[in-house]
């Protein structure tokens, strides 16, 4: 993570916003929401105001349906300094 954020330093941008979307049957999400954005917001050096997080689950479909993996999918928005 330190290497990325070293990599969007040095070419003079930043985080604009961060969009994530969680597919899992379990654990369900929303009772770690809290700590999840709190952590990102650290470590990232970012506000809460700029994460956003969805998710779903796989209708017990797939090996995401039978719990053996969860899929997670983010897009970051950079912006130049």
């Given at each position: 993570m330190l290497y990325a954020l070293n990599k969007i330093k040095l070419k003079k941008l930043f985080i604009g916003?961060?969009?994530i979307?969680?597919?899992?049957?379990?654990p369900k999400i929303n009772i770690y929401y809290n700590a999840i954005i709190r952590n990102l917001c650290k470590l990232?050096?970012?506000k809460?105001?700029?994460i956003t997080i969805k998710a779903t689950t796989n209708e017990k479909s797939g090996l995401i349906g039978d719990e053996k993996f969860?899929?997670?999918w983010s897009s970051i928005?950079?912006?130049k300094i």
């Open positions: 916003n961060i969009d979307m969680v597919i899992s049957e379990n990232l050096q970012i809460q105001n700029q969860i899929a997670v928005l950079l912006k």
